[in-house]
């Protein structure tokens, strides 16, 4: 199992990439970046890239409304360039209120374009002249635009022909998506024993069309990592608090929140529609104090290291093959440490 930690996109994440030098020395693998509506990540990644030397560099999530396929490709490219060949591109949809309030795109055919960004940044990276007929089309036919729109390959010669894509996802269709044609699928209250019983059926029917070329589909979960025994740790969890109830009450209107319809689907669905009520009206915080602290515990590695290695195990034994971890200590390079022994 591989190591992985996100910088947040809250403060001031260039004072966070100035710790990665350590927790790259400590054993972490990958670093993810995430973007939504602050400081964009490709920025940051290159930043990384230049203060780090092994780990791997990827982003969490760039979605695929705001930049064209070509766009997205020449990131792919340029980032995998300047990190000498440890890029990984995390694409995701994102939700209407980012993509339609910040962008100003419509939100529509969020799968279509997932799979057909893939293709074409595959398609690109292997400096294949790109003509598309889809979603996208390339290049523009006669009648639209000035008409003089030409197939075009990469003009730079990439890294590596090809660079792990990653997509984030939680509905069943987008989930069979990222099982099928995805390097990688990046989970978000990713709580391993009801895994399963959310999205067993979706992974199993993706994985059954999915092309002999790609390797096993990598999953990339976790939660705040803190060792040590006694009330105090177990007192952290109430810390993750926020940024569920954030999830689950406020990241999207009523029936259009992917993370409140994942709690339902966990059997939260009394708690899920309080947290929403009062999270929608203002209640921030009576919103947190009802987020399930069975949700808290299986979704976060918090305890004793006995109890830790139970975590571990579990999310091993849901698929997961790289822990996303969030150390909530005052040297989070000792928790990495404690935690690559824990995993090797």
């Known amino acids: 199992m591989r190591l992985s930690t996100q910088l947040m996109y809250a403060g001031n994440p260039r004072e966070a990439a100035d710790q990665v030098r350590a927790l790259e020395d400590a054993g972490l693998d990958t670093v993810w970046v995430a973007e939504a509506y602050g400081f964009d990540s490709p ?21 695929v ?41 419509a939100y529509d ?20 002249t790109l003509v598309h007929d889809g979603i996208f089309t390339l290049p523009l036919p006669e009648g639209q635009g000035t008409g003089l729109g030409k197939p075009l390959k990469l003009m730079t010669r990439p890294e590596r022909p090809s660079i792990p894509l990653y997509t984030a996802g939680l509905g069943p269709k987008s989930v069979e998506g990222a099982a099928e044609y995805a390097d990688g699928w990046l989970p978000f209250l990713f709580v391993p024993e009801k895994a399963g019983q959310v999205w067993g059926e979706a992974l199993a ?24 025994e006694g009330p ?24 259009k929140n992917f993370y409140n319809d ?26 947190e104090a009802l987020v399930p602290t069975e949700l808290l515990e299986l979704g976060n590695l918090v305890g004793p290291l006995s109890y830790v290695k139970e975590r571990i195990a579990a999310f091993a034994e849901a698929g997961v093959t790289n822990l996303q971890v969030l150390p909530a200590s005052e040297d989070p390079a000792a928790t990495i440490r404690q935690l690559r022994e824990l995993v090797d």
Do not use: W
């Open 43 to 63: 920025t940051l990644m290159g930043y990384l890239a230049a203060k780090t030397e092994r780990v791997e560099i990827g982003s969490a999530i760039l979605n």
């Open 65 to 105: 409304y705001s930049r064209t396929p070509g766009a997205l490709l020449q990131t792919a490219a340029g980032l995998d360039n300047v990190s000498q060949g440890r890029a990984i591109i995390g694409l995701g949809a994102s939700g209407p209120q980012v993509i339609e309030g910040f962008h100003g795109v």
């Open 109 to 128: 055919k969020p799968i279509g374009r997932t799979k057909e960004i893939i293709d074409l940044i595959r398609r690109g990276l292997r400096r294949e």
């Open 205 to 228: 029917a993706g994985k059954a069309k999915r092309h002999s070329d790609l390797a096993a589909l990598e999953i990339c979960a976790g939660g705040m990592v803190a060792i040590g």
């Open 232 to 255: 105090e740790t177990k007192a952290l969890l109430d810390f993750a608090r926020p940024t569920v109830a954030l999830y689950v009450g406020g990241m999207g209107a009523r029936g």
């Open 262 to 287: 994942l709690a339902v689907k966990y059997g939260y669905e009394k708690e899920a529609r309080q947290i929403q009520d009062l999270y929608l009206a203002g209640n921030k915080r009576d919103a």
